[in-house]
């Protein structure tokens, strides 16, 4: 079993910078590709970001691409995201996931183990 906590969150002007991190309990985290996804009030949630096992590979949603960056330290059980430039429109809830597709996916229905959120929100 899988238990993940998101950390990180919290209020930031448009154009600050947040960084995220997601803390990995289980033997399983450096196997495991990982993501991190956003809901917002009303709206489905969203794929953002994942990175493979290795950490060699990254994929971005489009909206995010060139501002996030996700990275991982397997030595910490440790998932991050780094969110820069932030804009309003970023205002969501931010989960961190587990994916037993080992190159990271951006399908939620890959995933198979949810922190519980951490709340980021842009004021404008």
């Known amino acids: 079993q899988v238990q993940l906590v998101e950390s990180g969150g919290g209020l930031v002007q448009a154009g600050g910078s947040l960084r995220l991190s997601c803390a990995a309990s289980?033997?399983?985290?450096?196997?495991?590709?990982m993501g991190w996804f956003r809901q917002a009030p009303g709206k489905e949630r969203e794929f953002v970001a994942t990175?493979?096992?290795?950490?060699?590979?990254?994929y971005y949603v489009h909206s995010v691409k060139g501002r996030f960056t996700i990275s991982r330290d397997n030595a910490k059980n440790t998932v991050y995201l780094q969110m820069n430039s932030l804009k309003p429109e970023d205002t969501a809830v931010y989960y961190c996931?587990?994916?037993?597709?080992?190159?990271?996916?951006?399908?939620?229905?890959?995933?198979?183990?949810w922190g519980q959120g951490t709340q980021v929100t842009v004021s404008s």
């Open positions: 990175i493979s096992w290795s950490g060699k590979s990254t």
């Open positions: 289980g033997r399983t985290f450096s196997s495991s590709a």
């Open positions: 996931a587990r994916t037993y597709v080992s190159g990271g996916s951006d399908r939620l229905r890959d995933y198979d183990y």
